[in-house]
Each structure stands twice: as structure tokens, then as C-alpha cells.
């Protein structure tokens, strides 16, 4: 039943994405792919990641955007997994992270190629929206583009607040990578 419901908000998700592009034609949508992230302190390292996410690309428009689950990273270890959600990113309250932006570099995408690019637009996680700036590799080939990214989250500019009792086992700033798969619609 949780599996159901888990994937129903995904799928609704991922039309929310599909919406904000249905006006113009040549979307490519989420086929594969996973987000993952990691922060290291000495004391101790966290590391989680998630395939089930949802992301677009509009090549005409040079839009992008994509949406995350935050119950879908999983952890090496439960107990982090329940720390992460509950205590951090209050997952109940604030369900999903964003990202919806548009390819800063003029080029002409639509064409084969690889393409290093940076993609400028609105973060949101945790209920936090900030602008952003993040670097693409773009790489279109046979009918599908692949991309990957990594960047950094500040907990702070996301108002992610760490117990103070905990604050050495949890680096302020994380490091995020995306990548996936896009196919036409």
C-alpha cells in the first residue's frame, strides 16, 4: 500500500513537471537516472540516493526542471533514513525538492552533440526557494539526452536546521549530484 501510494505522488509529480512544458513541443522526459548526496565530516560520513525522481527538458525553449521525493533516499542505515526525514527535512511538511530553470549558453541543443552548460533558475527544498546556478553536462545523442550535474546545497539557505547535539556528525554543506536520462514524450 505505501508502495502504491509513493508511486501515485511520484507519477503526479512528474506530470506537475510535464505541465509546466505541455505548450510547446520537443519535451523529453524522465526515463532513467538517480540523485544522490553525500557529507563528510570526521566524524562521520552520509550518503543516501534515489531513482525515483521526475525531470523534463524543453531544447527548443532551453527549459529544464526536475522534482525529488524526499522519502525516496534511501540510507545504508534506517536510523539516518528516519533522522533525515523526521528531524531534517521534515519530510512530511515539505514533501519534495525542486529545480526549474532554463540553459543559460546559447546553443543549438537540439542537435547531437555534448555540451557543457549551466542551467540558472529556482532550488527549492525544504520549503526554501533560491536562486541558483548550476553546471550541466548535456550530452544529446540517438534520439535521447543524458545529463549529469554536481553541486553543493547550503543546509543554512535552506533553513535545514542540525541539533546541536548531532551538528559534528553532519557537514553544512552537501555535496548533490544528478544525473539521468531523458527520452521524447
Not at 24 to 42: H, N
Not at 52 to 81: H, R
Not at 116 to 144: F, M, W
Not at 156 to 180: L, Q
Amino acid at each position: 500500500m505505501k508502495k502504491s501510494i509513493l508511486s501515485l505522488a511520484f507519477i503526479l509529480t512528474l506530470s506537475g513537471i510535464a505541465l509546466q512544458f505541455v505548450a510547446a513541443p520537443g519535451l523529453f522526459i524522465f526515463e532513467s537516472g538517480k540523485i544522490s548526496f553525500f557529507s563528510e565530516t570526521p566524524v562521520e560520513n552520509i550518503a543516501a540516493e534515489t531513482n525515483n525522481y521526475a525531470a523534463a527538458l524543453q531544447p527548443a525553449a532551453k527549459k529544464f526542471a526536475f522534482s525529488v521525493l524526499i522519502t525516496g533516499f534511501q540510507f545504508e542505515k534506517s536510523l539516518m533514513q528516519e533522522h533525515f526525514n523526521e528531524n531534517y527535512m521534515e519530510s512530511d511538511k515539505f514533501p519534495k525538492a525542486t529545480f526549474t530553470g532554463v540553459i543559460v549558453e546559447d546553443l543549438a541543443i537540439e542537435e547531437e552533440g555534448t555540451y557543457s552548460l549551466t542551467a540558472k533558475g529556482k532550488l527549492n527544498i525544504h520549503g526554501v526557494e533560491q536562486e541558483r546556478t548550476i553546471p550541466v553536462k548535456l550530452i544529446n545523442k540517438d534520439g535521447k539526452y543524458t545529463f549529469n550535474s554536481a553541486f553543493q546545497v547550503k543546509l543554512v539557505d535552506h533553513n535545514i536546521e542540525v541539533p546541536s547535539i548531532v551538528v559534528t556528525n553532519i557537514a553544512e554543506v552537501i555535496d548533490v549530484k544528478i544525473e539521468g536520462v531523458l527520452k521524447a514524450k
